[in-house]
């Protein structure tokens, strides 16, 4: 089992930032690619960016790259999602997840945090 803890969400205006975190507890963490996630109001949970076990690779949704960078700090069992630039349609419930595989299906979800982007 593996626990997933987001935390950082919160207010920002257009054009700011923010940072969301995810840490990680629980046998082998440390040993799965992390993914995070978004879910607007009315819309289905969309990939948002990933980055593997070791952190050399990332991956990023189009709407976000350039705007979004993604990173990881094994010794700390954390994640990162720092968030530039941000727009309204940033707002969501963003959600991070442990994969076994880099592009898999995620196995294990966060509870959530909320990002609410005004205008």
């Known amino acids: 089992q593996v626990q997933l803890v987001e935390s950082g969400g919160g207010l920002a205006e257009a054009g700011g930032s923010l940072s969301l975190s995810c840490a990680a507890s629980g046998r082998s963490a440390s040993s799965y690619a992390i993914g995070w996630f978004r879910q607007a109001p009315g819309k289905e949970r969309e990939f948002v960016a990933r980055i593997s076990l070791s952190g050399w690779t990332t991956d990023y949704a189009d709407s976000v790259k350039g705007r979004f960078t993604i990173s990881r700090d094994n010794a700390k069992s954390t994640v990162y999602l720092e968030m530039n630039n941000l727009s309204p349609e940033d707002t969501a419930v963003y959600y991070c997840?442990?994969?076994?595989?880099?592009?898999?299906?995620?196995?294990?979800w966060g509870q959530g945090t909320q990002v609410t982007v005004s205008s």
């Open positions: 997840a442990a994969m076994s595989k880099f592009q898999g299906t995620p196995d294990y």
